[in-house]
């Protein structure tokens, strides 16, 4: 595989046409690996001096943002200055020049940024599904959909079924860590494994008796998604990131894996935040500190940064006296006036829970702009005018002001469309750092219960 990559590299500096097969936009594990192993066995299996080249479809300096994706780099010893990224190559400009074939790999629907990359799309490969009844009959290129756990159980199974001989260690253990975290350790009960990637997770094992036991590289890997060490501010703010809007003020929430108090110390922390919400136009940045403590219970924290005092102290307050979900905030000392800190005791309250919240605070904020009755000429929020605003905070969020972590279901894509004007239907669950983390939560929560009702 190394070989190979840098094989890659130097096609690139060469004016020819090539097949890039590209990944989508999330870059996670699975969108990272099967373009790489995929376009590692095309090349090899291709009787055509056709070059096949593995694109990951973010920028170089996004990939620190995705420590699962650098931690099995590292594991199989793949450097990362071998790998091509979105920002090093000009798709639209090799499709002008009619040097270009495209092949997706755990996709099949184009962003509208890349639209008139559709005709370019040789082949598809996905484990999503796709609508059945299409028109015209057939799209214009091949489509491989089946629904199973990891799309990287797909390109395993091309491999083995196609030229098994070509399989080095390296591939192998890049394919065996991709499946096993898509499938959530093969656990049955999650419901994401299929019997198709039970099957080739133990081929794989059986070929390469030394790949590190499931559990080991399962764990090793959530930990490598948690882990912050080493990121600049601005990366950890960006790392797990969603964001809101209303009658022009923009709030971003960004979920952070550590400690808020270790947070809240880190040097030059205000000006990097200012400088991470100038930068991006942001009016309110919302830090969301989730962790485990000592006795690996799960704890929630949040920090609410926000230079305008009226509409930060409207925020606190209605997340304060919030009752419909409760958060029980506790207020954490804070040095710096333009942020305020909170020990949430409801570990339950989620971002997803908070975001209806968040916008109902800037509803209450709009409204108090108008200071009717019962309200003060400061812009401050009465209790009474919070409350009936709480009253509907539980209530969905306006349609196409967020971004969730469950996104709502969607239409379904013709499959003769490879452009989202028709996005995907739900398809597979994506496994999030906040979605494990209340998963671990849930867990922690049963068996204290278990246990304090054995003591009684």
Known sequence: MEEYLQGCRAALQESRPLHVVLGNEACDLDSMVSPLALAFYLAKTTEAEDVFVPVLNIKRSELPLRGDNVFLLQKVHIPESLLIFRDEIDLHAMHQAGQLTLIL???????????????????????RPMEQKQSPPCPPCHVSVELVGSCATLVTERILQGAPEILDRQTAALLHGTIIVDCVNMDLKMGKATLKDNKYVEKLEALFPDLPKRNDIFDSLQKAKFDVSGLTTEQMLRKDQKTIFRQGIKVTISAIYMD?????????????????????????????????????????????????????????????????????????????????????????????????????????????????????????????????????????????????????????????????????????????????????????????????????
Do not use: W
């Open 105 to 127: 790999v755990d996709h099949h629907v184009l962003p509208k940024s890349d639209a008139a990359l559709e005709d370019a799309v040789a082949e598809v490969l996905d484990h």
């Open 260 to 456: 808020l108090e270790a947070f809240l110390q880190r040097s030059g922390l205000i000006a990097d935040i200012h400088a991470f919400c100038q930068a991006h136009g942001y009016d309110v940045l919302v830090a969301m500190n989730i962790f485990f403590n000592t006795h690996n219970e799960p704890v929630r924290q949040l920090a609410i940064f926000c230079p305008h005092a009226a509409l930060r102290m409207t925020i606190c307050g209605v997340l304060e006296r919030s009752h419909s979900p409760s958060l029980k905030l506790t207020p954490i000392p804070s040095t710096h006036p333009n942020l305020q800190a909170y020990l949430q005791g409801n570990i339950q309250v989620s971002r997803k829970k908070l975001l209806p919240l968040l916008q109902e605070a800037l509803s209450t904020y709009f409204d108090s702009m108008t200071i009717p009755s019962g309200q003060s000429e400061t812009g401050d929020v009465s209790r009474e005018q919070v409350d009936k605003d709480l009253d509907r905070a539980g209530a969905s969020l306006i349609p196409g002001l967020s971004q969730d972590e469950e996104e709502p279901p969607l239409p379904r894509t013709p499959m003769n469309s490879l452009v989202d004007e028709c996005p995907l239907d739900q398809g597979l669950p994506n496994l999030s750092a906040e979605a494990i983390f209340e998963k671990c939560s849930q867990i922690s929560l049963s068996q204290s219960t278990t246990a304090f009702l054995s003591q009684k």
